[in-house]
């Protein structure tokens, strides 16, 4: 299989059932942003040491459904108006976030401030994934009535979760959150 087919040379890409539509289509930066905080997900997972961090196998675990759930949203939003979309999410992928949400904050100190993204590799990864989850929910608000409701809710406790991430990760790693104050 080629990587690449020359078909996108001219500045346009497909959509789902092969529309073409120019590369910087709001379409095309709504789910390109998805693939881009998806990416930065991978990265922080990557930061992450089994010998130091004792949690890795469970966040790999939940991470890797949220990762194949960023595919999905990418491909409901490449999907033009009117057209069946073929991946489906459900209100189930947002409580099992809700979920992991509340678990991990219960061992949080509470917040008194705002923190400074940073700390940790992993963490400083999943606030930048966390603040490319934010731009994807802003690309798909920006897109109307054309955009599934489950998909700004995804992508809106996405954030949140990847919020607590970052302070879970840097917590169990001893890393001290830096506040605007401190």
Known sequence: MKIYTKTGDKGTTSLIYGQRVAKNDLRVEAYGTCDESNSMIGLALSYLNKEIFQGKEIIEKVYHKIQTNLFHVGAELATPKGKEVKWFLSSSDIEEMEK???????????LTNFILPGGHPAGAA???????????????VTLGEDVNPLVLAYLNRLSDLLFVTARYVNHQLGQKEQTLHS
């Open 100 to 110: 992991h949400i509340d678990e991990w904050n219960e061992d949080l100190p509470p």
């Open 126 to 140: 999943f606030h930048v994934a966390r603040t490319t989850a934010r731009r994807a929910e802003r690309c798909a």
